[in-house]
Nanobody
Framework: QVQLVESGGGPVQAGGSLRLSCAAS????????MAWFRHSPGKEREFVAR?????RYADSVVGRFTISRDNAENTVYLQMNNLKPEDTALYYC?????????????????WGQGTQVTVSP
């Protein structure tokens, strides 16, 4: 069993930056694929970024967001720069088998509770 705890969300003005953290326990993240999804009201939960042997990003965040991990700290990060109001959402950290390379939420096994990001114009 893997437990995931997100932190780092909050209010920010457009153009600003935030760094989300996801602390994992129960298993080493070096053996897992890790990803961030987000969910805003009235929309489906959507893929943001993934890291395993490489990284993958949603088109909407390319060049602005960076996913990284610190295996020693068993933590995954999402650096978000040049934030836009449309980035406002509840951001979830998720984990799955190392070979998972999916943008579909149902393919991911473990989920955190989420951290809210609110970007004002």
């Amino acid at each position: 069993q893997v437990q995931l705890v997100e932190s780092g969300g909050g209010p920010v003005q457009a153009g600003g930056s935030l760094r989300l953290s996801c602390a994992a326990s129960g298993r080493s993240i070096s053996a897992l694929a890790m990803a961030w999804f987000r969910h805003s009201p009235g929309k489906e939960r959507e893929f943001v970024a993934r890291i395993a042997w490489g990284t993958r990003y949603a088109d909407s965040v390319v060049g602005r967001f960076t996913i990284s991990r610190d295996n020693a700290e068993n933590t995954v990060y999402l650096q978000m720069n040049n934030l836009k109001p449309e980035d406002t959402a509840l951001y979830y950290c998720t984990a799955a088998n190392f070979l998972v390379d999916s943008t579909v939420p149902r393919d991911w096994t473990y989920w955190g509770q989420g951290t809210q990001v609110t970007v004002s114009p």
